[in-house]
T-cell receptor, first 116, second 114 residues
Framework: GAVVSQHPSWVICKSGTSVKIECRSL??????MFWYRQFPKQSLMLMAT?????????EQGVEKDKFLINHASLTLSTLTVTSAHPEDSSFYIC????????????FGPGTRLTVL | GNSVTQMEGPVTLSEEAFLTINCTYT??????LFWYVQYPGEGLQLLLK?????DKGSNKGFEATYRKETTSFHLEKGSVQVSDSAVYFC?????????????FGQGTRLTINP
């Protein structure tokens, strides 16, 4: 069965609004969670890495004030796209590394964000 | 820096055909190498991996061998099925990082026709 869930699976919002995406590790504790962005027909680009209870580490070029990450527990991380604009439209994917299984990332099904 | 290059898709084959998806990488030292598969509407799933030179990863009839001399990790399957239709991603992680800091190729869409 699925190890990671994301909610919502797709969302449409107006320009200027904020959108929150949840990533949950089902039944297992995640030591580390990752957020990726995937443009159409392109690869996954790592946005940030987060560990429970500490601040996320953002990749170069990713605006931390625009993409707020909260890793509140060992099973939940949220990504908030603040003041979204059409160029933020993309497929956002989270993944986790489970405690004791550092050699494998488990991916969520992704969230399609469309900003009008 | 680290990078992964995959053959461009889409790739369309008939059922029972032989499949090869090329993947080459650039990295310092000995990275770990992975193939992930993304079925329609689902998240990426680990298909196979290899952590040192000459290792062969295999799963579900797919194989890939870690070739340090050619910096390659080509994915092969002897006889594909319609259910293999998906997007395949080659990826690496730097030495001693486990599955952290994955660097992905651009993905190859595979369609298998009955």
């Amino acid at each position: 069965g699925a190890v990671v869930s994301q909610h919502p699976s797709w969302v449409i919002c107006k320009s200027g609004t904020s959108v929150k995406i949840e990533c949950r590790s089902l039944d297992f504790q995640a030591t580390t969670m990752f957020w990726y962005r995937q443009f159409p027909k392109q690869s996954l680009m790592l946005m940030a890495t987060s560990n429970e209870g500490s601040k996320a580490t953002y990749e170069q070029g990713v605006e931390k004030d625009k993409f707020l990450i909260n890793h509140a527990s060992l099973t939940l991380s949220t990504l908030t796209v603040t003041s979204a604009h059409p160029e933020d439209s993309s497929f956002y994917i989270c993944s986790v590394i489970l405690a004791g299984y550092r050699d494998t990332q488990y991916f969520g099904p992704g969230t399609r964000l469309t900003v009008l | 820096g680290n990078s992964v290059t995959q053959m461009e898709g889409p790739v369309t084959l008939s059922e029972e055909a032989f499949l090869t998806i090329n993947c080459t990488y650039t990295a310092t030292g000995y990275p770990s190498l992975f193939w992930y598969v993304q079925y329609p509407g689902e998240g990426l799933q680990l298909l196979l991996k290899a952590t040192k030179a000459d290792d062969k990863g295999s799963n579900k009839g797919f194989e890939a061998t870690y070739r340090k001399e050619t910096t390659s990790f080509h994915l092969e399957k002897g006889s594909v099925q319609v259910s293999d239709s998906a997007v395949y991603f080659c990826a690496l992680s730097p030495p001693y990082q486990g599955a952290q800091k994955l660097v992905f190729g651009q993905g190859t869409r595979l369609t298998i026709n009955p």
